[in-house]
């Protein structure tokens, strides 16, 4: 089971693949899913990725993870948490390329940072000014739907 997605607006470009189920010490029946960046370039896997139920319900699951940075062509694996309820299900993802990304993980450029230095002082001063946002909107990326 492979999916994979971009938007016209990113070329962003990322694979979740289901692998299987594993028993692990804090449950049995845990979903396990490679996301792997299939782009020349580093990304950024956004903090907890949802675990989504079909038939689709206002309940939703998050995989116990953090953010990750991916470098070109490699992949994770990330972990849910104990799929025992019998439901068909999904994983989906947000990434966003590294240096563009909301978590700030790599420096803004030198002339980036006298805007936002600038912004913030105009708008300390009164002045109306928009503060430049750092990041890109991230892009989705979900597996096919898994069988309990």
Known sequence: MLAW????SSRLQAS?????????????HVG???????NPFAIVRCRS????????????????TGWAVLQPEKCEQVWTEPRT??????????????????YCITAE???RALQRRIAC????HRAPMRIPRPSEP???????????
Do not use: H, K
């Open 5 to 8: 997605t971009s938007s016209r």
């Open 85 to 102: 309820d019998g439901t068909r299900w999904r994983l989906t993802i947000r990434c966003q390329r590294l240096g563009r990304d909301s």
């Open 49 to 64: 990725p949802s675990v989504m139920f079909d038939p689709p319900s206002p309940r939703m699951e998050y995989a116990p």
């Open 138 to 148: 991230a892009t989705e990326f979900s597996s096919e739907w898994i069988d309990p």
């Open 16 to 28: 979740v693949r289901f692998l299987g189920y594993t028993n692990t010490s804090y449950g049995p």
């Open 32 to 38: 396990v899913v490679q996301v792997s960046n299939m």
């Open 121 to 124: 002082w105009l708008e300390d």
């Open 109 to 111: 450029s030198s002339f």
